[in-house]
């Protein structure tokens, strides 16, 4: 069972991007706390310490909201325009025997075969929705790519889940595919590929109705 | 001529502003490892080529390369040595827009340390301050 990580919150009293914005630069990280059919709750927490427990992998929290403590998931983190600070992140209240859906991300193992051959192994979908008890979420779904020749796939449904974890998202959901990568075009072949100028929509019809209108003008005469 | 779209709704377009940073195509999509821009900048057809270039010369075929930007903005010009008036000039090349935070090429189905080569003369390429990012998922 994972150990849930130990976070103090503090009631956000004020919303809003500005007061959010003062939030952060004091340290701290806006959330919402949500779920239960409880009346959703604006917090903060501590940048740091939840940056290090994300960083080991922690996805179930513990937060105290004054004196009361409950267990939290994290379910959407919002990053900066860079992808380096977290900016925001949604709480939703589990039980620790409630099943829930969470989205799991993908993590391949070893070479693929194919890639000898001068395939490239293509990802299509990174994370898979799965349904499992609280307790019992895994931290990543392990693919084993080696056996992958050139023009072999893996879907949904080809993954082996651990005990006790449900698939949610569609069988046919494409993970990854072996493909051989086409010869890059020269800057010669793409140029001569292009067109000198672009066709301009709507300019063909003004022409056609102006032949149109010459040609309605020379009958009447 | 280097890239630019295949039909347009009209042949020239105002500059516009670029406020703000990417809030979309902000992280790596499609290859395991990126290029992401630092600053906002028009990038022009013949920069993202040369890039693409640069990229599938070092990879030698090893890998893919993906293009996450499209010249899709017409810049016009006068010709030289000509008086000013007489209405707008006529479209010189195609650029892309990209605002901070913006992916612009990505590297696929190659190790993280021959990526990084290859992005690195990418971002030799650009007009602007690019650093090199991997795959991430949000959780």
Request: aromatic share 4%.
């Amino acid at each position: 069972m994972e150990k849930g990580l130990l976070l103090k919150a503090e009631i956000r009293e004020q919303s809003g991007s500005s007061n959010a914005a003062k939030i952060r630069k004091g340290g701290r990280i806006p959330a919402i706390v949500y779920g239960h059919k409880e009346e959703p709750v604006a917090i903060s927490l501590d940048a740091h310490t939840l940056a290090e427990g994300l960083h080991h992998g922690h996805r179930v929290l513990d937060v105290q909201i004054g004196k009361k403590q409950e267990k939290m998931i994290i379910k959407d983190l919002q990053y900066d325009h860079l992808g380096k600070n977290i900016i925001h992140l949604d709480l939703m209240r589990v039980d620790v025997a409630e099943m829930i859906k969470v989205e799991v991300p993908v993590e391949l193992k070893g070479t693929a075969k194919g890639t000898h051959e001068g395939g490239v192994v293509e990802v299509h979908a990174d994370a898979l929705e799965v349904e499992c008890k609280v307790t019992d979420i895994p931290k990543s779904i392990v693919i084993n790519v080696k056996e992958i020749n050139v023009g072999d796939s893996i879907h949904a449904s080809d993954v082996e889940l651990p005990s006790g974890v449900k698939l949610v998202s569609a069988p046919s959901t494409l993970l990854l595919a072996c493909n051989i990568v086409t010869e890059a075009k020269t800057t010669e072949e793409l140029e001569a590929e292009m067109p000198t100028a672009p066709e301009v929509i709507g300019e063909v019809k003004e022409e056609a109705e102006e032949t149109e209108e010459k040609s309605s003008s020379e009958e009447d005469k | 001529m280097a890239m630019m779209p295949k039909r347009v709704k009209y042949r020239k377009s105002q500059r516009g502003k670029m406020k703000g940073n990417a809030s979309r195509g902000n992280f790596v999509a499609f290859g395991d490892y990126g290029l992401q821009a630092l600053e906002g900048s028009w990038i022009d057809a013949k920069q993202i080529e040369a890039g693409r270039v640069a990229a599938t010369h070092f990879l030698h075929r090893e890998g893919k390369v993906y293009l996450r930007i499209f010249p899709y903005k017409p810049v016009s010009a006068k010709p030289l040595e000509t008086r000013m008036g007489k209405g707008k000039g006529e479209p010189a090349f195609w650029v892309a827009r990209v605002k901070p935070g913006q992916v612009c090429f990505e590297v696929g189905g190659v190790a993280e340390n021959i990526a990084k080569q290859a992005l690195s003369r990418v971002a030799n390429k650009m007009p602007i301050k690019c650093r090199f990012i991997k795959r991430i998922h949000s959780l």
